[in-house]
Each structure stands twice: as structure tokens, then as C-alpha cells.
């Protein structure tokens, strides 16, 4: 599939899997900007929709999107991976392959504040119930959690905004204990800092928008499998091993064997939910793979930088940066993620909501946005923003506080930075 080997490092495979003679190889990935294919004979369009081994109609395929769903696959060691057109689409998709109206899902409750809104709200008006624990929960209350009807486990590399760090194989060994699947928010840390897949997790997401694409041109998110859970031997997903009868009769384990959840998903959400990217998306998104690797080195030392600076001001209560050797997360961090944290900093202004305000809107080189993980510094008020539409009990939750901001910290010249966080400081 790839023209670089499996075992290349990650640079490598961020410049050349995908790439194939057929698309012109490295630096000249086509843009096919087209919403259908022609075929050479009705027998062939129909082998087609029974076996879809190449695209038929760009809602849910489309060959430009397909060479960057390869090269994230090779990124994340993973089987398969399907595009979708944000993050909050990729995580609909991952637990709609999986769950039905009466199934529920665990997930820990540091998790994004727009992915809390999908799990409580929204997919409680689709029958699934979502159950909270913490992250720091012994085993003993996390399977307690876990209910007969429960087919999954959810969690977040680096949560946003808390920033706390996922304790993947534990949450991996409860969930296959209970012989269900475990699916890790990768998109803070990126396949450069961590694989989950390593630690046991079964089903990756991300939000391409941000670190992955990293300039803030276009939104996207990526689902990938890992090929490693076994479905059949669950006992739990009749949808996989009994035929599904809107699609031919087709038995994902039987006809796709490892990538049997991603052929699904495909070939039964996207096709229904079409919310697949454009080729000009993936094309945009690919350009930002190229230089992952070295703009996440970057973003680590900047953050590094500013985070100790921060420590050092009496304006500030706390500081949250799992890189920092007091955050209670280091240890973690330095099992999963021993490159580097990310570049996003969390810190709690003394003063609370209105002294959080004072220092934002006192920033100059920095930008207020609803946005992170981009290549120019950003901040944001999660409790006023991301986090809006949470109750004073899910903030506390979430690890938020009135006065809590999150930085992003950019690839700007790091001492230009911290001169500008330090002169907002000293209007508060």
C-alpha cells in the first residue's frame, strides 16, 4: 500500500504514504475535483457495490482524499482510515458504528466541551446514553460504569482544555476485559508525539483542523482503525458478524476481516451522512501532514518556554502543562508522550471571568480565537467559548474555572511571545 516501509519513522511517512505511482508519486498528489467516475461496463459499477475496492461517488470516496486517508493510516500504524469533514463528524461516526438506540458508551468527562454537548445532548436523542467517569477513577468504579448494553470506551490523549493526560492501557485493559473496543481523541498529541494504538486503544479520531492541518485553512477529521479488535470473538456486534442487509447481505468480519469497522463505517454512515471532505480539503490537509513532524517539535519547545515563564508570575494562580515536572499529569506525559506535550497551555487567572478578560483583550501579538493548534499563538476563554453551553457542574467536570484560559502557543520567535503575554500581564 505504501511505498515506504511500515517500519519508516514518522517523517518519513508523513512525506511519502499515500503516495503512488498512479498519483504521480511525492509533490504532485492530483486533485480530483470531481463528484463522480466513469465506468467501462454496468457488471463493473456493480462488483462495485458489492466490493467497494476503488471510488464510485465522491460522497463517500474520492482518490485525492483516499491518498491522504493512507498516509494517516501509515502515520497511526492502523488498517484504514475514512475523512469526514470536522472532528465532531469523526466522532459521531466512530460511536454511531458502534452504537444503536438502548447501547450506551463510557467516556471520561475531561473530554472537548463540544464532544460532551454530542455525547449528553445529542446522542441522547438518538437513544444512546453516555455514562461520565473521571479519569483519575480507580478500575474497580470505571468497570462499575461499564453496563451490559455499554460498547465503548472514549477518552482524549491531552484532554482540551483541561490538558489532562489519558491513561490509555488502563482504560484499554477495562474496555477489552469487558470485550468492547476503546476509541482515543488523538488530536492534541498527533501520531508524532503519541500512537495510541501502541498502548492497546482500538479506534483513533482526530480533528484535522487543528495540528494536522495547522494553518487554519479548512476544517476535516479523520477516523482510523487499528485492525487489532476483534469483533466476532466479542460477542457484542451482531452488526459486523450477521449480514446487513441494505448492503447486499455483505458480513464485515467475513468479507473485510482487520478492517471490517472502517469498511462499515464507510459504507454504511458515510454513505447515509455523506459528510465526507472535498478533494481540495484533503489536498490542503495533506500539505500540513508534510511538515507535522516539524512544526510539533516546535510548538513543544515554545510551549515549554512560556509555560515555566507563566509559573514564574504572581498574576497567576495556576499554570497546566503536562511537560511541567509538578503537573500532576507528568508522569503520564512521560509514558505516552516523552516528545512533547503539544503547544497548548492552560492557566487560571487570579482575579476570575474578569481579570481573564482584562488579559486577553490586552494581547497584541496573541489573538483571541475559536480556534487552537495553529501556527500563530491564540487564546481563547473556554467557560465564555468551547465550553459555553456546559453547566457549573460540567465545567467542574471538565477541569474549567472562570478564570481559566487556554493558550495556544505558535511557532512565533518564542521571546516575542512571552513579550507579549507578559505586558497583557501587567494590565491585569
Excluded at 486533485?31 to 466490493?51: G, K, N, W
Excluded at 459521531?92 to 467516556?107: F, Y
Excluded at 454504511?268 to 490542503?284: E, I, K, T, V, W
Amino acid at each position: 500500500m505504501y511505498p515506504c516501509s511500515p517500519n519508516a519513522k514518522i517523517e518519513t511517512k508523513c512525506l511519502h504514504a499515500g503516495y503512488t505511482p498512479e498519483n504521480g508519486g511525492p509533490g504532485v498528489m492530483p486533485i480530483v475535483q470531481s463528484t463522480t467516475y466513469r465506468f467501462d461496463s454496468t457488471e463493473h459499477v456493480a462488483a462495485l457495490f458489492d466490493m467497494p475496492t476503488e471510488p464510485m461517488y465522491s460522497r463517500f470516496a474520492n482518490p485525492t482524499c483516499d491518498a491522504v486517508e493512507q498516509k494517516i493510516t501509515a502515520m497511526e500504524g492502523g488498517v484504514g482510515a475514512m475523512l469526514t469533514t470536522s472532528g465532531q463528524a469523526a466522532s459521531l461516526l466512530s460511536v454511531l458504528n458502534l452504537c444503536s438506540a438502548g447501547d450506551s458508551l463510557v467516556s471520561v468527562s475531561t473530554i472537548y466541551g463540544g464532544t460532551v454537548n454530542l455525547f449528553s445532548v445529542t446522542l441522547k436523542r438518538f437513544g444512546i446514553e453516555c455514562i461520565w467517569v473521571d479519569p483519575n477513577a480507580s478500575e474497580e468504579e470505571i468497570e462499575a460504569a461499564i453496563q451490559p448494553n455499554t460498547r465503548l470506551v472514549f477518552g482524549e490523549t491531552i484532554a482540551n482544555p483541561a490538558l489532562t493526560v489519558f491513561d490509555i492501557e488502563k482504560f484499554a485493559k477495562i474496555a477489552h476485559r469487558n470485550h468492547i473496543p476503546l476509541i482515543v481523541d488523538n488530536t492534541f498529541a498527533t501520531p508524532v508525539l503519541c500512537r495510541p494504538f501502541e498502548f492497546g486503544a482500538d479506534i483513533v479520531v482526530h480533528s484535522t483542523t487543528k495540528y494536522m492541518d495547522g494553518h487554519a485553512v479548512q476544517g476535516g477529521g479523520v477516523i482510523v482503525d487499528s485492525g487489532n479488535f476483534d469483533w466476532a470473538a466479542s460477542g457484542k456486534f451482531p452488526d459486523f458478524t450477521e449480514p446487513d442487509e441494505s448492503y447486499h447481505g455483505v458480513v464485515y468480519t467475513r468479507d473485510f476481516g482487520k478492517m471490517a469497522y472502517i469498511i462499515k463505517a464507510r459504507m454504511q454512515l458515510m454513505r447515509d451522512f455523506g459528510c465526507y471532505p472535498a478533494a481540495n480539503s484533503a489536498f490542503l490537509l495533506n500539505l500540513g501532514l508534510e511538515t507535522l513532524p516539524v512544526r510539533m517539535r516546535q510548538y513543544c519547545a515554545n510551549a515549554m518556554a512560556v509555560a515555566k515563564m507563566l509559573k514564574s508570575s504572581d498574576k497567576i494562580a495556576s499554570v497546566t502543562y503536562p511537560g511541567l515536572p509538578d503537573d500532576p499529569c507528568h508522569a503520564l506525559a512521560e509514558k505516552y508522550l516523552p516528545d512533547g506535550t503539544s503547544g497548548v497551555i492552560s492557566i487560571s487567572i487570579k482575579g476570575g471571568r474578569e481579570a481573564a478578560v482584562r488579559f486577553m483583550d490586552a494581547l497584541r501579538l496573541a489573538s483571541i480565537e475559536v480556534h487552537v493548534a495553529d501556527i500563530r499563538t491564540c487564546v481563547l476563554h473556554p467557560a465564555s467559548a468551547t465550553h459555553r453551553q456546559l453547566t457549573e457542574e460540567q465545567l467542574v467536570a471538565a477541569g474549567i474555572d472562570g478564570g481559566l484560559i487556554r493558550i495556544s502557543v505558535g511557532l512565533e520567535n518564542v521571546e516575542d511571545i512571552i513579550a507579549d503575554l507578559e505586558q497583557a500581564l501587567d494590565k491585569v
